[in-house]
Antibody
């Protein structure tokens, strides 16, 4: 059974930094493309960014609102995905979900999410 | 870019069929057969119910079906049941620079 467990969320002041982790199990992590998707309170889903598998170059792409501020990385030895967030803004407040990413934007497994609150 | 356009709400009685539309452009829905749909119950993570326009993941009821015509994709739920009451989001691949776009979501109410 695929399991994705996010951690690292919390309260941070505007301009601050936070690093999220996503521990994976139940599938071959090093072959997987992975994405982060977020959901602001009471709002819809928003794609944040994606990292390809190492065999596909481990390249990353990010959505325009977070480009240059958020960095996605992976540690295949630990089956863990990361999201380093810096220069955080109040509008980054959301539940952040880790997902497996197949078929170019088909997010077939999701974690339960971790809440990031950006407020002074 | 703007999100894909979905109706805010759709309702139906048990046993009926409902259809949720998702309208985009030729740069997303119209350009690729890569539309997916997600069901999200309150306080829960989204769940994939349709991918690649009309394919169902293992374990998803055949009551869920997807289609596409031009720049509009649709999700149909037949034989509506109380457990189908949820929020539904469409998503489309939008090319290598944008990657994907989500719709704003549709709240389905079972009367």
């Amino acid at each position: 059974e695929v399991q994705l467990v996010e951690s690292g969320g919390g309260l941070v002041e505007p301009g601050g930094s936070l690093k999220l982790s996503c521990a994976a199990s139940g599938f071959t992590f090093n072959n997987a493309w992975l994405s982060w998707v977020r959901q602001a309170p009471g709002k819809g889903l928003e794609w944040v960014g994606r990292i390809k598998s190492k065999t596909d170059g481990a390249t990353t792409d990010s959505a325009a609102p977070v480009k240059g501020r958020f960095t996605i990385s992976r540690d295949d030895s630990k089956d863990t995905l990361y999201l380093q967030m810096s220069s955080l803004k109040t509008e980054d407040t959301a539940v952040y979900y880790c997902t497996t990413d197949t078929s170019l934007g088909s997010f077939d497994s999701w974690g339960r999410g971790t809440l990031v609150s950006v407020s002074s | 870019q703007s999100a894909l356009t979905q109706p805010a709400s759709v309702s139906g009685s048990p046993g009926q069929s409902i259809t949720i539309s998702c309208t985009g452009t030729s740069s997303d829905i119209g350009g690729y057969d890569l539309v997916s749909w997600y069901q999200q119950h309150p306080g829960k993570a989204p769940k994939l119910v349709i991918y690649e326009v009309s394919r169902r993941p293992s374990g998803i009821s055949s009551r869920f079906s997807g289609s596409k015509s031009g720049n509009t994709a649709s999700l149909t739920i037949s034989g509506l049941q109380a457990e189908d009451e949820s929020d539904y989001y469409c998503c489309s691949y939008a090319g290598s620079s944008t990657y994907v776009m989500f719709g704003g979501g549709t709240k389905v109410t079972v009367l």
